[in-house]
């Protein structure tokens, strides 16, 4: 496993922008492929982005497709969410998580093995 820690949540106005960053611990950052989901309390967490170890690949839910884009730093052992054009129902908790493996249910909760303690985002009207 690796550990997790998110930043760079807060407040923002509707059609600001924020970035998040996920900084991971250990020296195989590398070879985890990684994640964003968010959760409103109360329902499941939500598939937000996905990348691959190498970059190569990213994957986005609907909702956020053409607003948000996930990058990484390998050699700053960092994920990032760039997020535009919030709206106020982005508002929630975002986490990051970590796995070696990246199978089909990718957008599953549930299959990923690390997570950090999540960011706040709230988007005002």
């Known amino acids: 496993q690796v550990q997790l820690v998110e930043s760079g949540g807060g407040l923002v106005q509707a059609g600001g922008s924020l970035r998040l960053s996920c900084a991971a611990s250990?020296?195989?950052?590398?070879?985890?492929?990684m994640a964003w989901f968010r959760q409103v309390p109360g329902k499941e967490r939500e598939f937000v982005a996905a990348?691959?170890?190498?970059?190569?690949?990213?994957y986005y839910a609907d909702s956020v497709k053409g607003r948000f884009t996930i990058s990484r730093d390998n050699a700053k052992n960092t994920v990032y969410l760039q997020m535009n054009t919030l709206k106020p129902e982005d508002t929630t908790v975002y986490y990051c998580?970590?796995?070696?493996?990246?199978?089909?249910?990718?957008?599953?909760?549930?299959?990923?093995?690390?997570w950090g303690q999540g960011t706040q985002v709230t988007v005002s009207s």
């Open positions: 998580a970590a796995d070696p493996v990246l199978g089909r249910y990718y957008s599953d909760s549930y299959s990923w093995d690390s």
């Open positions: 990348i691959t170890w190498s970059g190569s690949s990213t």
């Open positions: 250990g020296r195989t950052f590398s070879r985890y492929h």
